[in-house]
């Protein structure tokens, strides 16, 4: 099992920023992809970001190249989101997920373990 708890939501201005982070604890996350999905109201969960393992492969959404931002530490268990002129469409509850045999990482029913969200909120 892992546990993954999300933090660094909040309500922001258009234009500003905010980072993401996700905590995982549990089996050992050697070899996973981490990702970043988010969901707003009356919408599907959509892929937002993923990084391999080593870090060394990022993925992003096209909404958000540019301007999101993902990275991991794996000594810290911790992978973050930092994310820069936020929109207002980018208000959601943004999840975080680990995923073991991932293939395509934009897909979110490669990933098994899922965090409860955090809420992200931008202001017009």
């Known amino acids: 099992q892992v546990q993954l708890v999300e933090s660094g939501g909040g309500l922001v201005q258009a234009g500003g920023s905010l980072r993401l982070s996700c905590a995982a604890s549990g089996r050992t996350l050697s070899g996973c992809v981490m990702g970043w999905f988010r969901q707003a109201p009356g919408k599907e969960r959509e892929f937002v970001a993923a990084?391999?393992?080593?870090?060394?492969?990022?993925f992003y959404a096209d909404s958000n190249k540019g301007r999101f931002t993902i990275a991991r530490d794996n000594a810290k268990n911790t992978v973050y989101l930092q994310m820069n002129s936020l929109e207002p469409e980018d208000t959601a509850a943004y999840y975080c997920?680990?995923?073991?045999?991932?293939?395509?990482?934009?897909?979110?029913?490669?990933?098994?373990?899922w965090g409860q969200g955090t809420q992200v909120t931008v202001s017009s």
């Open positions: 997920a680990s995923g073991f045999g991932v293939t395509n990482p934009r897909r979110n029913h490669e990933y098994d373990y």
């Open positions: 990084i391999s393992w080593s870090g060394g492969y990022k």
